[in-house]
């Protein structure tokens, strides 16, 4: 299962979110997966990627040539701009996970809930909130649903795990999902 990773990329963040996000990359690199991200090379992007490569997981980076050719990976996705990155990542992963980040990984949750409320499709988006950092966004969506700026069918497109049980039940979730879809594109033949 290829599982996108967003999260911070500035230096200056906290040691407790580098390490909260490290933590949690580290346990994911416990399961057989292989990760997509992008291809930054600062802050939990940074530590995430090391973790990644030194327990010898697949990695898919995507980004500007520029960045590329800083970072290492088995398969580099060359891309021009934000949008097109966005759009590459979510291609090709089969789950997202949020971890602690800034205003990039605020946007790209919400520009990939979107996504999902608008095309119905149900790529499994979790929100990891451990921490709380997005109890202010989950009640600003909430806050525009009672405006009635979007309806309650929000909820229905990820998941908040508040700590790494409910995130290890997410993941098997979507694992499972997979293992249908692929086994169901089989049957197609």
Not at 87 to 112: C, P, R
Not at 145 to 162: P, V
Request: hydrophobic share 35%; glycine share 6%.
């Amino acid at each position: 299962m290829n599982v996108g990773i967003m999260c911070g990329s500035y230096d200056s963040a906290s040691l407790e979110s580098r390490d909260n996000n490290s933590k949690i990359v580290r346990l994911l690199t416990m399961k057989d997966y292989s990760f997509v991200m992008g291809s930054g090379e600062t802050g939990s992007m940074m530590d995430a990627k090391e973790i990644i490569r030194e327990n010898g997981r697949f990695l898919i980076s995507v980004g500007n040539s520029f960045e590329l050719a800083r970072t290492e990976a088995d398969v580099k996705v060359s891309v021009t701009s934000t949008f097109e990155s966005l759009a590459e990542i979510y291609k090709n992963s089969d789950v997202i996970i949020f971890l602690d980040g800034g205003m990039g990984t605020l946007s790209e949750f919400m520009a990939f809930l979107n996504n999902s409320i608008e095309t119905k499709e149900e790529k499994p988006l979790i929100l990891y909130n451990e921490s709380g950092m997005y109890n202010y966004i989950l009640k600003d969506l909430e806050v525009k649903r009672k405006e009635g700026l979007i309806d309650s069918s929000y909820k229905l497109y990820f998941d908040e795990a508040k700590n790494i049980e409910e995130l290890a039940m997410y993941l098997e979730k979507a694992e499972n999902k997979v293992n249908k879809d692929t086994l169901e594109r089989g049957k197609v033949r």
